[in-house]
């Protein structure tokens, strides 16, 4: 039987909820393994000074998760993830009981977690551990840390020379110390008229003035870029070429071409966000590469690995990257060098290109089930596209849309949290997939969704 002794300082609430919430969070740590016994109701009411009705209705709470399988007479067990529909439906849920379907982010699991765990045992058991936690003379990454990891971001292909790679605290990080290289504050920097929210957000942060293009299904319209950098004189845009957050459009190879022309006519550098080019490899030549001396391309580690390594490349030309750079010292020193390290080991190892390619099939089983869900509304998308951009149905504003979903325990994401152009994407809301901790999770997700568009607004009941 494993002595579990769960951690209940701090945690507010009912203490069966506190004791549910612990054993959760010791599960989702390692701490605790399918299989592993827990302690009697008695023994642990004992040891945490609790009634066993507590210690019952905390087991009876986590085995309704889907957390524990309980067998008479033989106790209570770590249940094996993924085992039975109704329980790993609950798994997928959030604390408070939401469905997130509005993080574009990835579950870890199963072979990726062996991966993750033996590349950080490697690291912690270099014997220069201490040079690896100390301050680091190249603030951009040791040279052969930024090869290992730029040829696993952006191919070998994406620089000439190492001088031209830095690396980054990730891809939000790789925009701001860009931004903060190519433009000064009260600057207008130009995106697509719907773009990834963390940009309004560095460009609020360093005092730029965002302004959108109008963009279609493709992606960016070069002749509203054209009139925009006519109008405005920017020399920033930023671009997500490839499977546009949120849109999903990929920009097919003339408009790359376009954009590139106008690009270079005006002066104005692209910042190139690529964190999702590894889902889409048939894609079109990125824009760096037709236009290099006047790209910043981005790659990151969030979605092909895990957004808590934090960490990415920004690839420009030589006299640029410098400039980033020392805005990289500027804003943190360094990205945190063991980080590095175990990225460096798993791409070295081979290991990063499996997650990558595991990440993207298990996107493309997704997307598909959101399809076999979702398949009659009006959906933008791409097989192996981590989120959906859905026209709402007529019957719904996108307003009434949220909230409804909203007290149904579903989240998902509304036009205006991308929109730079005022009303860029009306009645649009994106939905993301990779939330959901199952499939089960996700298709439950998607179902209520689902039951809740293809009802008249007007008829759903306010406590509903
Ligand atoms: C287009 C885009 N760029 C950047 C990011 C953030 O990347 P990172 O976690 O590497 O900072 C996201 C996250 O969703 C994104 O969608």
């Known amino acids: 039987m494993t002595i579990w002794q769960p951690r209940l300082d701090g945690r507010r609430g009912p203490r069966y909820l506190a004791i549910c919430n612990a054993l959760a969070e010791d599960i989702e740590a390692g ?21 066993v009705g507590t210690v019952s209705r905390a087991y009876g709470e986590a085995t309704r998760r889907g957390l524990l399988s309980g067998e008479v007479g033989r106790g209570s067990f770590v249940r094996e993830p993924g085992k039975e529909e109704s329980a790993v439906v609950e798994r997928g849920l959030l604390p408070h009981g939401v469905v997130d379907l509005s993080l574009n982010q990835a579950p870890v699991g199963g072979m990726e977690r062996d991966a993750f765990r033996a590349a950080f045992d490697h690291v912690g058991q270099r014997r220069d551990i201490s040079r690896v936690l100390d301050y680091q003379f190249d603030a951009g990454g040791s040279e052969a840390e930024r090869v290992a990891v730029a040829t696993f971001l952006v191919g070998v292909g994406a620089w000439r020379d190492v001088d031209e790679i830095v690396m980054t605290a990730g891809v939000q990080h790789g925009l701001m110390v860009a931004l903060a290289a190519l433009a000064e504050p009260g600057d207008v920097v130009l995106t697509e008229a719907l773009t990834y929210p963390g940009f309004r957000a560095l460009a609020n942060m360093l005092h730029l003035r965002p302004q959108g293009v109008a963009l279609d299904g493709h992606g960016l319209i070069p002749e509203a870029l054209e009139e925009a950098c006519t109008a405005t004189g920017a020399r920033v845009l930023y671009l997500i070429p490839t499977l546009q957050n949120p849109t999903t459009a990929i920009l097919p190879r003339g408009r790359r071409e376009q954009i590139a022309a106008i690009a270079r006519r005006h002066g104005v550098v692209v910042i190139e966000d690529d964190i999702y080019g590894f889902l889409a490899p048939e894609a079109p030549e990125r824009m760096q590469a037709i236009m290099p001396e006047q790209t910043v391309l981005l790659g990151g580690t969030s979605k092909s690995l895990a957004p808590g390594l934090r960490i990415g490349v920004a690839v420009a030309p030589r006299a640029l990257a410098a400039r980033i750079a020392a805005r990289v010292r500027a804003s943190l020193w360094m990205p945190a060098p063991p980080m590095a390290a175990v990225v460096r080991r798993l791409v070295e190892g081979g290991d990063a290109l499996r997650i990558a390619e595991a990440r993207r099939r298990e996107a493309v089983t997704r997307e598909r089930i959101a399809r076999q869900v979702l398949g009659r ?88």
């Open 31 to 51: 701490q605790l393994n399918s299989g592993d016994r827990l302690p009697t109701h008695r023994d642990l009411a004992f040891r945490l000074g609790v009634t």
């Open 377 to 464: 509304y009006n959906i933008a998308s791409h097989p192996a596209s981590v989120h959906l951009w859905m026209a709402l149905p007529e019957h719904w504003r996108g307003r009434d849309l949220i909230s409804a979903s909203r007290q149904r325990q579903i989240a998902v994401t509304p036009a205006e949290t991308f929109a730079v152009t005022r009303g860029a994407g009306r009645d649009h809301i994106r939905i993301s997939l990779g939330g959901p901790r199952s499939h089960a999770a996700l298709r439950h997700g998607l179902r209520a969704l689902a039951d809740l568009l293809a009802a008249e607004p007007d008829l759903l009941g306010p406590a509903m």
